[in-house]
T-cell receptor
């Protein structure tokens, strides 16, 4: 596609529910990043893939957060047993490699009630 | 660790006023520096970047100079327009971190006609 696509755009989850957020990067982009943006704050790094390899997951806040990119293209961020503090916008970005411009999707706004 | 600090908003200006948004950083080595912009209802977009000391990034009338001696990357525009109303994020990418971005908290700019 022309840009990074994320789905769903909005997700409301009941506390304790599992959610899966999808990211379709720009075709051919090697690097893929996930960020979490709380209301009124800057994005915070969660994890990074180069092709299918998850090279850095130092930003994942707990073991309830899990990301995968099994074929080196589409990525899924999964949050198990959601908590209210997980409410945020989750941003995905891709780049040709780590040294070129990162293009961001519009994000998924997750609200945990 | 690496971090970015930018001036708090909101910043409210009249059209054609001069804009400065301050950004300072802490990083080991020589990071690349970025300004991203988020227009209402849209995703993050790269506005400009600089990859080494004394480089000046520029785009759409905005400029920022990489100042190693003051660890700063202040954003300036000589004459703002209503269409510049957005949230601006300063960010850095440290060397050998795969392109992972560390963002400031964002500065909201509102330009009145």
């Amino acid at each position: 596609g022309a840009g990074v696509s994320q789905s769903p755009r909005y997700k409301v989850a009941k506390r304790g529910q599992d959610v899966a957020l999808r990211c379709d990067p720009i075709s051919g982009h090697v690097s893929l990043f996930w960020y979490q943006q709380a209301l009124g704050q800057g994005p915070e790094f969660l994890t990074y893939f180069q092709n299918e390899a998850q090279l850095d997951k130092s930003g994942l806040p707990s073991d309830r957060f899990f990301a995968e990119r099994p074929e080196g293209s589409v990525s899924t961020l999964k949050i198990q047993r959601t908590q209210q503090e997980d409410s945020a916008v989750y941003l995905c970005a891709s780049s040709g490699d780590g040294n070129t411009e990162a293009f961001f999707g519009q994000g998924t706004r997750l609200t945990v009630v | 660790g690496n971090s970015v600090t930018q001036m708090e908003g909101p910043v409210t200006l009249s059209e054609e006023a001069f804009l400065t948004i301050n950004c300072t950083y802490t990083a080991t080595g020589y990071p690349s520096l970025f300004w991203y912009v988020q227009y209402p209802g849209e995703g993050l977009q790269l506005l400009l970047k600089a990859t080494k000391a004394d480089d000046k990034g520029s785009n759409k009338g905005f400029e920022a100079t990489y100042r190693k001696e003051t660890t700063s990357f202040h954003l300036e525009k000589g004459s703002v327009q209503v269409s510049d109303s957005a949230v601006y994020f300063c960010a850095l990418s440290a060397y050998n971190q795969g392109g992972k971005l560390i963002f400031g908290q964002g500065t909201e700019l509102s330009v009145k006609p």
